[in-house]
């Protein structure tokens, strides 16, 4: 399963930016879908995840009220917007897949749980 993201830069502080994911060519609304951060001095860190149709969503405290995750079944298409940026959510931003077509409540919080990884997309946030 391939995983494109795309939409990272340079925006200024209480900036907004879309991160989108393409993963095409697969069954999409088979796979609970996640986004994940990480920066050279921390480890992968949670950022958001949502379930097979869209209907539950996680997001970590960090980016509550200010990222919001969601998916489009029919584009293959998974998205976070991003308001109110600061400089600490500087960092590589990743969007990860788990295959479950079994449960239609399942959200995951854990990069162990997740099979699949796009390359990553950078974001920097300026001060």
């Known amino acids: 399963v391939q995983l494109v993201e795309s939409g990272g830069g340079l925006v200024e502080t209480g900036g907004s930016l879309r991160l989108s994911c393409a993963v095409p060519?697969?069954?999409?609304?088979?796979?609970?879908m996640g986004w994940f951060r990480q920066t050279p001095r921390k480890e992968r860190e949670f950022v958001a995840a949502?379930?097979?149709?869209?209907?539950?969503?996680l997001s970590a405290d960090s980016v509550k009220g200010r990222f919001t995750i969601s998916r489009d079944n029919a584009k293959n298409m998974l998205y976070l917007q991003m308001d109110t940026l600061k400089s600490e959510d500087t960092a590589v931003y990743y969007c990860?897949?788990?295959?479950?077509?079994?449960?239609?409540?399942?959200?995951?919080?854990?990069?162990?749980?997740?099979?699949?990884w796009g390359q990553g997309t950078q974001v920097t946030v300026s001060s």
């Open positions: 060519g697969y069954s999409f609304s088979d796979y609970v």
């Open positions: 949502i379930s097979r149709s869209g209907r539950f969503t």
């Open positions: 990860a897949a788990a295959f479950n077509p079994f449960r239609a409540d399942d959200v995951r919080r854990g990069s162990e749980e997740y099979e699949y």
